[in-house]
């Protein structure tokens, strides 16, 4: 309890955090989180209704003597946005559009909204910080690296239109813009970058595991490490980043400690959650499709989806290492939760859930 | 070279984009979208010369021949008016427009100025739309239709597009006399359009919001309707929407005095449905197999298109829009008949004013006669 608040902190207890997309999955952890350190007064900003009940539950909690103001809005709307920013110190910018398939929806639900609701930050003249959640998904991991190590240092993707995926281009164009916003109007930002998370809330397979294409599972990971980041650990370092001093401008990319492989996972996963046909893609042959369904997409224009290319094996499921040096030596951060624990914990809640059905 | 623009840069507009650029022919001088950071992701992604933010200077710097508008339908009249009056062809989305009067305003406007006009109702120009339309027209149903059931609907379950439209009290739809409902049902209230002769059928429409919506704390979005339409007595047609019916179907049938055609859009199979009975058990065991023929047929013909690279999700997009730029370079008919465009606005216009009086349904209406279409 109060580990942070009034002491390695660019703010005080009682100064207003704004955390946008809270009823999500990451959102809500943060919320909890900035409670657990001591913040009173916190304004949660949320699209969707049926979530938003965890955070009313949090405001009726006795035990918190903290003020959370739960305001339903849009980001797409300028007036939402200045009403969700008014008197904010922080702000947390998780909400974002994952589009489905579809680039503008996506587009607008990340990158126009990310707009509006900086221009009404910087208009209140009281933002120390604006903390960007972002994705691994931003990396283009075209470069051959000496030991395939993936950090901060490494560039983003210059062309996330031909990855044809609508949440990378979102993510990339939103990074462009709050970068854009930092540099033209001062904006104090931090990027945060973490990995693919995990945990009860988000029970799906990652993609960077493999695909359910074609009616089987195909298993296109293999030995790759995959950059796992426990949701309570994720939502620690994205508070971290919204509190520490001198790190505007950077960026940090969150992934936890002891990652396991593709095919450690999914024999984990198929152990204890539920067992099911997967048919292993070596690298060399999944990098084939990828090609070969790039040249089709090229030559038929459009016919099928771009669901593989270059680019997205290349993001996906070329064999890569993860550093999470600088977050840990910036931030002071270390994931409490065990990738073991973690993942029982995941396990239990896939069950839970009805995915052994 | 046929210069084209589009305003309004959502999802939709990739479509047209990808569609208009494997036409020949034509080039996209310019894209609009009153919001510049939408114009500008557009314009990087696709071979567009130039963006803006202010349609007027579109039409005066670009001076486009055909504008798309791709934009929420209660903007259609007011900037398909502009376009028109700045002497531009227009392609608009569906719903063509929010009421039929204004459908009315714009094809009057149109003519005036001796432009052309097109809705985007581009599922009838599907292959398989197009095939059932040959048989048709070479008179296989064997008369006028008698009857025809057109199914067109949208899964909606607890998360993505209810979740965003459930979430947001300001959603666009919900501003929309018939919300969610006037956004997707023109594709199969126009099927039903086409074989229509008369200006003014009768209509009559059940609607409601169901149980899982009503589950979420919804009470205004419709997202449940059955609608029977009736020509003179000589013509029937149901139409159904449903988001909650697995499948979600999107169906077409039609049925005349000697034959009958099915229609299915998502599997894009076209089957013939013979009058003729068979005697005793050759019934039960010849048409099967004739049916089964038609559908390995079917296989068959979609194999072709799709080696012929013509099998795109929406080739009847591409279709559509290359008869529309045709009827404009070559002085051919409009691909998709004004009054069927009007008869399909006058026909939701009946449903959504039916489901806002929530009539014929009462217990007070059951005695009254059914709305008929005020020309």
Redesign the interface.
């Given at each position: 309890m109060n580990q942070t608040a009034g002491n390695d902190s660019i703010i005080g207890p009682d100064h207003l955090i704004l955390v946008t997309g809270a009823s999500g999955f990451i959102g809500s952890r943060l919320v909890a989180h900035l409670i657990e350190r001591g913040f009173r007064n916190i304004r949660c900003f949320a699209r969707s209704s049926p979530a938003l009940g965890r955070l009313e539950a949090l405001c009726g909690s006795p035990r918190n003597i903290v003020k959370i103001e739960v305001m339903r809005g849009n980001l797409l709307s300028r007036d939402d946005c200045t009403a969700a920013s008014a008197s904010a110190a922080v702000i947390y910018h998780l909400a974002a559009g994952r589009g489905e398939k579809s680039i503008p929806d996506a587009f607008l639900n990340s990158v126009v909204t990310t707009r509006n609701l900086m221009e009404a930050s910087l208009r209140h003249h009281c933002l120390r910080r604006f903390v960007n959640v972002s994705s691994f998904t931003v990396y283009t991991n075209t470069q051959k690296r000496k030991g395939r190590l993936l950090d901060e240092t490494c560039p983003v993707e210059q062309h996330p239109e031909e990855r044809g995926d609508a949440y990378s281009f979102a993510k990339a164009k939103q990074e462009e813009i709050v970068i854009e916003y930092g540099r033209r109007c001062g904006l104090p930002y931090v990027i945060v970058r973490p990995g693919y998370v995990y945990g009860p809330g988000n029970e799906g397979i990652t993609g960077r595991v493999g695909v359910s294409t074609f009616g089987i599972f195909l298993h296109l990971g293999g030995s790759n490490k995959i950059p796992f980041t426990f949701v309570d650990n994720c939502a620690e370092a994205i508070a971290l980043a919204g509190l520490k001093h001198g790190i505007d401008g950077e960026i940090f990319n969150v992934v936890d400690d002891d990652l396991p492989s593709s095919r450690q996972f999914l024999r984990q996963y198929k152990k204890n959650v539920r067992d099911f046909p997967s048919i292993y893609v070596p690298h060399a042959a999944s990098y084939a499709l990828c090609y070969f369904w790039e040249r089709y997409y090229n030559w038929s224009q459009g016919q099928l989806p771009p669901a593989f290319n270059r680019r997205v094996w290349h993001a996906s499921w070329k064999k890569t290492r993860y550093s999470n040096e600088k977050v840990k030596s910036r931030l002071g951060w270390a994931p409490k939760v065990p990738m073991a624990e973690g993942l029982r914990r995941h396990f239990k809640a896939c069950r839970d859930k009805g995915y052994n059905a | 070279m046929l210069k084209v623009a589009l305003v309004g840069?959502?999802?939709i507009?990739?479509d047209h984009a990808?569609a208009i650029?494997?036409i020949k022919g034509c080039e996209i001088v310019g894209v609009c979208d009153r919001?510049p950071?939408?114009a500008r992701?557009?314009y990087?992604?696709f071979p567009v010369k130039r963006y803006f933010s202010d349609l007027r200077e579109l039409l005066t710097e670009d001076r486009p021949d055909v504008v798309h508008i791709t934009t929420p339908p209660q903007s259609h009249f007011e900037i398909a008016t502009v376009c028109l009056e700045s002497g531009c062809h227009v392609y608009v989305e569906k719903p063509f427009t929010v009421y039929a009067s204004e459908a009315q305003r714009l094809i009057s406007l149109a003519d005036q100025k001796g432009l052309k006009l097109t809705a985007g109702h581009d599922d009838q120009f599907r292959h398989v739309a197009r095939r059932m339309r040959s048989l048709v027209q070479a008179g296989y149903l064997g008369g006028p239709p008698i009857h025809m059931e057109s199914y067109y609907c949208y899964p909606i379950g607890r998360s993505?597009y209810a979740?965003?439209l459930?979430?947001?009290p300001?959603h666009w739809i919900r501003t929309l006399p018939g919300r969610l409902l006037q956004n997707i049902i023109s594709h199969g209230v126009a099927r039903i359009a086409e074989f229509l002769v008369s200006d003014s059928p009768q209509v009559v429409a059940l609607g409601f919001v169901s149980p899982l919506l009503k589950s979420?704390?919804e009470t205004e979005i419709i997202d449940e309707l059955r609608v029977i339409i009736c020509e003179e007595e000589r013509t029937t047609a149901y139409f159904t929407f449903s988001s909650q019916m697995r499948p979600a179907l999107h169906q077409f049938r039609i049925y005349g005095a000697k034959n009958g055609l099915m229609l299915d859009q998502d599997e894009e199979v076209l089957v013939k449905l013979p009058g003729r009975r068979l005697v005793s058990y050759a019934e039960k065991f010849i048409p099967p197999v004739a049916s089964a023929g038609q559908y390995l047929g079917n296989v068959a013909k979609n194999m072709r298109t799709?080696l012929a690279?013509d099998?795109?999700m929406k080739a009847g997009m591409k279709f559509l829009i290359d008869l529309f730029y045709r009827s404009i370079v070559e002085g051919s008919p409009v691909p998709i008949p004004y009054r069927e465009i009007l008869l399909t606005a006058r026909i939701m216009d009946l449903i959504f004013a039916q489901l806002a009086a929530k009539e014929p349904w009462t217990e007070t209406s059951r005695s009254r006669p059914v709305d008929t279409i005020a020309n």
């Open positions: - | 840069c959502g999802k507009a990739d990808s650029q494997r919001e950071l939408m992701q557009f990087q992604r993505g979740g965003a459930l979430g947001d300001k979420l704390g799709f690279r099998f795109h």
